[in-house]
């Protein structure tokens, strides 16, 4: 596609329920990309995948995180048991390969209540 | 750890006026240093880069400068627009490898007509 595209664009989940948050990067693009954005803060990296490998996820905040890239194309992030705390926008972003610049989507912005 | 950090987290400007948004990293390993916009509610979009081999970079109305041996990096955008009005987050690459970048808490520029 034309740009990185992520669904849904707004999610309001209960404290407890699991979620899961579809990226569909830009066609081509190898090294895929999940960043946290807390409202009035800078980007947080998440975790990075290369192809389905998922080469770097240090930055996942507790196992309730968990990310995937079976087919080395679409990504879905999924959260176990809510918290209020996993409120924020989980930004996707794609790049041809490594992360010179990569492109992000617009995000889903999720709220636990 | 890594970090970085910017100021000022808010400038306003006059229009056509210029405006300097200044950053600091920790990790002298960083390389790649790119700067985003992102208007309220929307994706940020990457407007300039910066290479740590390379002291400046122009592209029309912005450029980058980057002192390395100070680890400081800003960005200068030059004859402001009300469309300039948005927030501008800086980056820096990580410890780890280039693909994973460490935002700045964000600036929020105005441009008054």
């Known amino acids: 596609g034309a740009g990185v595209s992520q669904s849904p664009r707004y999610k309001v989940a209960k404290r407890g329920q699991d979620v899961a948050l579809r990226c569909d990067p830009i066609s081509g693009h190898v090294s895929l990309f999940w960043y946290q954005q807390a409202l009035g803060q800078g980007p947080e990296f998440l975790t990075y995948f290369q192809n389905e490998a998922q080469l770097d996820k240090s930055g996942l905040p507790s196992d309730r995180f968990f990310a995937e890239r079976p087919e080395g194309s679409v990504s879905t992030l999924k959260i176990q048991r809510t918290q209020q705390e996993d409120s924020a926008v989980y930004l996707c972003?794609?790049?041809?390969?490594?992360?010179?610049?990569?492109?992000f989507g617009s995000g889903t912005r999720l709220t636990v209540v | 750890g890594e970090n970085v950090e910017q100021h000022p987290s808010t400038l306003s400007v006059q229009e056509g006026d210029s405006a300097v948004i200044k950053c600091t990293y920790s990790d002298s390993a960083s390389n790649y240093f790119p700067w985003y916009k992102q208007e309220l509610g929307k994706r940020p979009q990457l407007i300039i880069d910066i290479r740590s081999n390379v002291g400046e970079k122009k592209d029309q109305r912005i450029a980058v400068t980057l002192n390395k041996t100070a680890k400081h990096f800003s960005l200068h955008i030059t004859e402001t627009q009300p469309e300039d009005s948005a927030v501008y987050f800086c980056a820096a690459s990580g410890t780890s490898g280039t693909y994973k970048y460490i935002f700045g808490t964000g600036t929020r520029l105005k441009v008054l007509a």
């Open positions: 972003a794609s790049s041809f390969r490594g992360g010179y610049g990569y492109t």
